[in-house]
């Protein structure tokens, strides 16, 4: 497809059970984040892959938190014993990669997210 | 860490009226990205600023980015009711990750 595609769309779960979200990137890109989005705010970021590196993952919130992109491409995105405060849209971006000199900075592509609700 | 405030948080403008958002920090930014987020949707890529005292124009949108690097502001002339969403600024990592670190964002809505 054109875009980042992101799956599911919705997902309810109860409180404690384990959620898996999946990202498709756009084709070629080699950056991918993921971003968690609350009510009201803006995106903040989780997790960057550069490929199938996790290079940083200093925004994930708890150890409960889990990212993988094991081939450089597809991506997901596990969360483990749900609680209500995991209630967010997460958004999945993806980049190009430019030498410029140095890494210039691209714009980022969005999905449309998985809205995510913990009962 | 780094913390980028926006404001205002919303704004109601007659359609016709034009309508700005400001973009502030603390501490330096290295490059700020907008983004416009309409209801229900995901941010999209507007525009990039990368240089102290940088003006862009979109057609009715300008960008505007602070001779200190420490603040941006986005104005729009003549709003119209397809300009209905939220507009964030955000600021880009210096790390390798080039994370964005958004602001929260300035809602718009016109009236028709």
């Known amino acids: 497809g054109a875009g980042v595609s992101q799956s599911p769309r919705y997902k309810v779960a109860k409180r404690g059970q384990d959620v898996a979200l999946r990202c498709d990137p756009i084709?070629?890109?080699?950056?991918l984040f993921w971003y968690q989005q609350a009510l009201g705010q803006g995106p903040e970021f989780l997790t960057y892959?550069?490929?199938?590196?996790?290079?940083?993952k200093s925004g994930l919130p708890s150890d409960r938190f889990f990212a993988e992109r094991p081939e450089g491409s597809v991506s997901t995105l596990k969360i483990q014993r749900t609680q209500q405060e995991d209630s967010a849209v997460y958004l999945c971006?993806?980049?190009?990669?430019?030498?410029?000199?140095?890494?210039?900075?691209?714009?980022?592509?969005f999905g449309d997210g998985t809205r995510l609700s913990i009962l | 860490g780094q913390q980028v405030m926006q404001i205002p948080q919303y704004q109601h403008v007659q359609e016709g009226e034009d309508f700005t958002t400001y973009c502030n920090s603390s501490?330096?930014?290295?490059?700020i990205q907008w983004y416009k987020q309409r209801p229900g949707g995901h941010p999209v890529f507007l525009i990039q600023?990368?240089?102290?005292?940088e003006v862009k124009k979109q057609k009715r949108l300008t960008f505007q980015f602070g001779e200190a690097k420490k603040n941006s502001s986005l104005h729009i002339t003549a709003t119209q009711t397809t300009d209905v969403g939220t507009y964030f600024c955000?600021?880009?990592?210096?790390?390798?990750?080039?994370?964005?670190?958004f602001g929260s964002g300035t809602q718009l809505t016109v009236l028709p």
């Open positions: 971006a993806s980049s190009l990669q430019v030498w410029t000199g140095g890494w210039g900075n691209q714009p980022q592509h």
């Open positions: 084709s070629g890109h080699v950056s």
């Open positions: 892959f550069q490929n199938e590196a996790q290079l940083d």
């Open positions: 501490t330096t930014l290295s490059n």
């Open positions: 600023l990368v240089k102290s005292g």
């Open positions: 955000a600021d880009i990592s210096s790390g390798s990750a080039r994370q964005l670190t």
